[in-house]
């Protein structure tokens, strides 16, 4: 039907009413306030042209400024089915001085695009499209079925004319099915969108978008079933969840947060790759210069799952609780067959250094008055402890005391004695030099000190990470939960680099089950702490009865470093689970700052078995590690590829290699300061060049050869590849140099004729096993951060446990047991010293 309009000059009469029908009453407001009619030149006139169109038809047309023409469409819709319509434009000629405007009218919303479609990129660059295709919003009805009119009107400003191709058509599997995969193309300026409606006892779906080509880079956004729909890469963040990906992507949806009981899945192709760690393009020489994009089609599958229910995740808590409970129940009954043994060989074999001194009737005077050992059969020899006695100050140890003073000294107040009462003595500090530097070292030689003074020295471990952990966590947690909070919020599901395909999401936690698989650090480190606490007890009481066994034999029992280790065990669990709420690599710092701090105290509590009077006091100990937690940021903040960082980093590590290993291997006994370059010049000169004599201390010398071999190609290798992950950099440091160290003292026991008890033994075995089962799964990689988001969702996979843990989790489950296993390695692997006098236990 061809229709006049009425729309003359302002300046001319009428001569008669205009009749216009009541859908053209927003294109004439549309055309006033946009096109400018009825303020143009006098005299125009500007037809308007009404078409009844048809579905899947392909309409060719010319528009100019002088005429418009509206395509008017009719379709029938019913409550209970919707049906997706979709309107496909091409610009078929070249040059235009002015875009065709294309206005789509429906019932309760309206949709309009420009042909050529303009995008912009980073950098205000643009990119035009003369091919674009919009699916339209379809407003909810009430009626079981009626039918809904929409128009399309197009129009321009062009003086030439124009000619376009229009077409309107149904879309195919607009409802997407459970279960059911469906394939589709898109490209940036024709998005694609689908709805999906929750079946009937389902919950919660994951929502998986997949293709085959990495790029271009493509955006999946959820959105709720209303109008309008975003589905342009410069508005689809705008409401919704929404993800960026090139190969993968997959968004948890619980029913709870749609009312309506169904959504929109939205896919739409970005302009540009640089998001999803694409090349980016060249800069425009002009700033208005059009780019063209290329061929940027995509082709996507969609599917939609339902997820686990809540019987998955009752199984997934019983599960993880029974793991760690099962190691409280065997320890407890390891507990009672060690207790019974010990009771039946009391009463087999009565040891008179078993009793109190009350229960025998007397008060030995000396250590020697006892003539053996029920366990091994060792004779301590008088001329051993005469030796020893002769060697040692009156002042400063504990040796040549009676027992019974040794016993009245136990109940004083620690709190009255410092170690410095018994360490600032000038002879003190000759005998020191006298011991430290013999050639062959015992145990008695560096245990000579109060264990009033060590005991409270290494109290302070526990008690300054206890005050750490505290002060640490309460921002962690703090900050973890604003994470939480802005990703529920905004929606922005780039933020947090979760393994999508298995994140079972819990209140407003979206990752439950990487939470929760860090529930063994915390229930075993407390298990240690228990095992701690249960020795730290029996030993307490055998120091009250002056058992000779605990008293001068064994390696020196000081238990504070353990109880440091199972606070930063349990601190390791609470900080990955605050972690892996939102992990991304601004907050990788949390997941690794303890796992320093249990790397350094396993090495401070191997240097302390045969060391106890020279290691390092606890404010020492956590200022280095502090400074390893300073660098670790430092690199995860600016050491991406910065040469000069690297540099620096590298001889910082070097020197402090240097510096410890001369302090590890003078025992000490040596000083930093002005004339320790003429000192080394001088012993290099007389040792090895004047006298050709090898190292004194051999072994020492072995172990830090290795260490600095070691150290220095791991140097050499950030240096020379600057790896991204520096923070993980720096633990792989850690780790080398515990193993290394671990390795060298188990190897010095067996070599000085020691052995390994039965449970030392088992611990040994079951935790290299279970440390290599737990590295298998830590390689996987599930998720990176050192990459884009996109990137990242490229590793992850379905869950492989009980449809709720990943490999990432696994690696938590055998992780936890493989430190707790470690660190009862290393409460146990000297108990076959405890009857073997310390005079008779070499330091290596």
């Known amino acids: 039907m061809l229709l006049r309009s009425c729309w003359k000059s302002r300046h001319k009469n009428s001569s008669g009413p205009c009749w216009i029908q009541p859908g053209l009453a927003a294109l004439l407001w549309l055309c006033v306030t946009q096109l400018g009619c009825g303020s143009g030149a006098v005299g125009e006139t500007k037809s308007v042209v009404q078409k009844d169109a048809e579905f899947d038809v392909t309409y060719n047309d010319t528009v100019t400024s002088e005429n418009q023409t509206i395509y008017a469409f009719n379709h029938t819709v019913s409550r209970n089915r919707t049906e997706g319509v979709r309107v496909s434009v091409d610009v078929l000629s070249q040059g235009l001085e002015s875009p065709i405007l294309f206005v789509v009218r429906q019932k309760q919303a309206v949709l309009s695009f420009q042909v050529p479609l303009i995008l912009r990129g980073l950098y205000q660059r643009k990119y035009p499209y003369n091919h674009v295709g919009r699916t339209l919003c379809q407003p909810p009805t009430r009626a079981l079925s009626e039918t809904q009119y929409f128009f399309v009107d197009v129009s321009t400003l062009s003086s030439q004319g124009t000619n376009f191709q229009l077409r309107v058509s149904r879309v195919e599997s607009f409802t997407l099915q459970t279960d059911k995969k469906f394939s589709f193309t898109a490209s940036p300026s024709q998005p694609q969108y689908f709805k999906y409606v929750f079946p009937d006892g389902v919950d919660t779906v994951i929502v998986k978008v997949n293709s085959d080509m990495n790029f271009p880079c493509s955006v999946m956004s959820i959105q709720d079933i209303q109008c309008p729909v975003y589905d342009l890469d410069n508005n689809v963040a705008f409401i919704g969840m929404y993800q960026t990906m090139t190969k993968k992507g997959a968004i948890t949806v619980q029913r709870k947060d749609f009312p309506s009981n169904s959504f929109y899945v939205v896919v739409v192709v970005k302009t540009e790759d640089e998001a999803c760690g694409g090349p980016l393009r060249f800069y425009p020489l002009r700033p208005d210069e059009l780019i063209d994009a290329g061929n940027r089609s995509k082709i996507l599958d969609v599917v939609v799952t339902p997820a686990i229910n809540s019987k998955v995740y009752v199984m997934g808590m019983l599960f993880c609780l029974g793991i760690f409970f099962s190691f409280y129940l065997l320890t407890f009954l390891v507990a009672c067959l060690d207790n019974k043994r010990v009771n039946k060989k009391r009463e087999l074999f009565p040891n008179p250094a078993d009793m ?70 000038d002879d003190i500090n000759s005998d020191k030099n006298i011991v430290r530097t013999k050639k062959f070292l015992c145990v008695s030689d560096l245990a000579r000190k109060d264990k009033r003074v060590l005991s409270k020295k290494y109290q302070i471990y526990f008690w300054n990470i206890s005050t750490i952990a505290v002060f640490y966590a309460l921002p962690v947690i703090q900050l973890v939960i604003t994470y939480q909070t802005v990703v529920n919020v905004t929606g922005n599901q780039d933020i947090c680099y979760y393994n999508f395909l298995c994140a079972h999401p819990l209140g407003a936690l979206s990752a439950f089950n990487n939470i929760l698989s860090n529930l063994g650090y915390v229930m075993l480190g407390l298990l240690f702490l228990l095992i701690v606490l249960k020795r730290d007890i029996v030993h307490n009481r055998a120091m009250v009865r002056n058992d000779l066994n605990a008293l001068e034999c064994g390696i020196p029992k000081h238990f504070g ?84 960082f690297w540099i620096i980093f590298s001889v910082i590590h070097i020197l402090a290699t240097l510096l410890l290993s001369t302090q590890l291997y003078y025992m000490g006994r040596w000083r930093l300061d002005s004339g320790v370059l003429r000192r080394m010049v001088y012993i290099i000169y007389t040792d090895s060049i004047r006298q050709c004599s090898g190292p004194m201390y051999i072994d020492r010398m072995v172990l830090l050869v290795m260490g600095n071999i070691v150290n220095w190609s791991l140097a050499a290798y950030g240096l020379i590849e600057r790896p991204n992950d520096f923070a993980s950099y720096l633990l792989a440091i850690a780790i080398c140099n515990l193993l290394l160290y ?60 009980l449809l709720f843990f990943d490999d990432h989790d696994i690696w938590h489950f055998l992780s936890s047991i493989a430190m707790f296993g470690s660190f009862l390695v290393l409460l146990t692997m000297d108990d076959d010293l405890d009857t073997v006098q310390r005079d008779k236990i070499y330091v290596f």
């Open 356 to 425: 109190s001194p009350a229960e025998t009737g007397k008060t030995p005077a000396s250590p020697y008055e006892y003539g053996s050992f029920a366990d091994n059969g060792s004779t301590l020899s008088s001329e051993a402890i005469t030796d020893s006695a002769t060697s040692t100050d009156n002042n400063y140890g504990y040796m040549e005391r009676s027992l019974d003073s040794v016993g009245r000294s136990r109940q004083e107040s620690l709190s009255s004695v410092e170690e410095d009462d018994y360490d600032t003595l």
């Open 561 to 644: 470093l353990f109880y440091a280790m199972g606070t930063a065990l349990m601190m390791e669990g609470l900080l990955s689970a605050c972690y892996h709420v939102c992990p991304n690599y601004t907050n990788f710092q949390f997941d690794t700052s303890f796992m320093y701090m249990i790397a350094g105290l396993c090495m401070l509590k191997l240097y302390q078995k045969r060391h106890p009077d020279i290691n390092a006091s606890a404010y020492t100990a956590y200022a280095c590690l502090a400074a390893v937690i300073f660098f670790s940021v430092l690199g995860v903040v600016f050491g991406k590829g910065n040469t000069v």
């Open 742 to 801: 671990f390795a060298f003292y188990i190897i010095m026991k067996l070599r000085s004729g020691e052995r390994i008890k039965c449970l030392a033994l088992v611990c040994i075995l079951f935790t290299a096993v279970v440390w290599g089962f737990a590295l298998y799964f830590f390689f996987q990689g599930l998720s990176t951060w050192q990459k884009t988001p996109a990137e990242s969702r490229e590793h992850n996979r379905d869950c492989i446990l």
